[in-house]
């Protein structure tokens, strides 16, 4: 099938098994999926300004679902989620600045994809020692009889209390999160530092806001990942927008791409039921190394992979 | 439990093949039509086409939404055995 916007050619059917394998991960744990739909969209000959802005449009479709799914679950906090569209955009907008004032240096791509490696193994590298020192806990703690199932435990929740107290007003209430009183700028900075990272480094940057959310504010693993789909819909909308001012989305692409997505996210927010925090956290952990390992080997050959 | 998985794996791919079907019909009778509608819009009015772009993944979104949920609605009760 010829695609005339872009003017490519590709077997739809690759694209929709592509979106139904991205819409399992958005579904599952919350992300967008751009590390591995970028590279897709590369190597299927659709040009690198279009695999940028395509992909964001079809994260949006991805999100509504997998969102809609989640608030079914109770896994959406509202209010959460509208606070930190604010900080994202700011976020997005600060990132795309300094990408910006790299593109006046000579080191651009390898600047940006080594911060990416660095940043993704990093991620990947915490979240391991996390949820293997959680699960452990949680071993422990039921063998001595106190363990309680329901709750989203975390071997590193002193961090989230630490910032629950930061004292600079105005302070607001999570009751969806289960947060008593947290700083309204510590929710910004957290939001602004994912949009930063999608802003700096492409996609929706689920891969830090998810974990920021948890371990940062604190929020529970299965309403971090709804929460965060939700704000997704909203800063991958403002993405698509002015990626499209700008030429680079073929939205029939992204369209059909969406009918696989929207499926497959079905079937991974309805996967989450069946899964612990930790357990969510711990799946989790594949996904920045193999962002990492595809970014490496486009640096390595020369091949762009984002 | 095993009776379980069993239904959920029945309702899944009746779910997808039923799916499958609407999408194939989706394709030919609504992308063909605005595959030049959109090629002009993104050639000649870009602001415009960037709104409709977004208004289409949106819409799109809901409606495979609903319809996916319809399906395991539909699908679930005449899948399941006992």
């Not at chain 1, 190597?43 to 279009?50: I, T």
């Not at chain 1, 079905?266 to 799946?283: C, K, N, S, V």
């Not at chain 2, 030919?28 to 289409?56: D, K, M, P, S």
Request: a positive charge; aromatic letters at 10%; charged letters at 15%.
């Amino acid at each position: 099938m010829t695609f005339p916007i872009s003017g490519v050619h590709i077997n739809p059917i690759y694209l929709i098994a592509v979106g139904f394998v991205v819409g399992i991960l958005g579904g599952f744990f919350g992300v967008g999926g751009s590390f591995l739909a970028g590279p897709a969209l590369f190597v299927a000959g659709v040009p690198m300004n279009f695999v940028v802005g395509t992909d964001l449009a079809h994260i949006v479709g991805k999100s509504i679902v997998a969102a809609r799914k989640h608030r079914t679950l109770g896994n959406i906090d509202i209010k959460l989620g509208l606070i930190m569209v604010a900080g994202t955009i700011a976020g997005v907008e600060a990132g795309a600045q300094a990408i910006q004032a790299l593109k006046r240096t000579a080191h651009m791509d390898s600047v940006v994809g080594l911060s990416f490696v660095v940043i993704l193994l990093g991620v990947s590298g915490f979240m391991t020692w996390e949820s293997v020192k959680t699960l452990r806990g949680q071993r422990r703690a039921r063998a001595a009889g106190r363990h309680s199932s329901r709750r989203d435990h975390s071997a590193v929740a002193f961090i989230a209390r630490a910032v629950h107290r930061i004292n600079l007003p105005p302070h607001i209430r999570l009751p969806v999160s289960g947060i008593a009183r947290a700083s309204l700028w510590a929710i910004l900075l957290v939001a602004f530092i994912g949009g930063f990272f999608s802003g700096f480094l492409g996609g929706g940057a689920g891969y830090i806001r998810m974990p920021c959310l948890v371990y940062l504010l604190g929020i529970p693993t299965h309403i971090a990942v709804g929460t965060d789909l939700f704000e997704i819909i909203i800063s991958a909308s403002y993405g698509t927008i002015t990626h499209a001012f700008k030429g680079n989305v073929d939205i029939l692409i992204a369209l059909v791409m969406h009918t696989g997505a929207a499926i497959g996210a079905q079937i991974g927010a309805t996967l989450t039921q069946y899964f612990g925090g930790p357990r969510i956290r711990l799946a989790f952990i594949p996904l920045p190394l193999l962002g990492a390992a595809l970014m490496i080997y486009g640096l390595v050959t020369g091949h762009p992979t984002k | 439990m095993r009776r379980d998985v069993e239904n959920s794996l029945r309702s899944f791919f009746v779910e997808l093949v039923v799916y499958a079907a609407l999408v194939a019909g989706y394709y030919f009778l609504v992308l063909h039509f605005l595959g030049t509608w959109l090629e002009q819009l993104f050639r000649n009015e870009r602001r415009v086409y960037a709104f409709v772009a977004l208004a289409l993944i949106l819409g799109q979104g809901l409606v495979l939404e609903v319809l996916t949920r319809l399906l395991l609605t539909w699908i679930k009760p005449h899948t399941e055995d006992g």
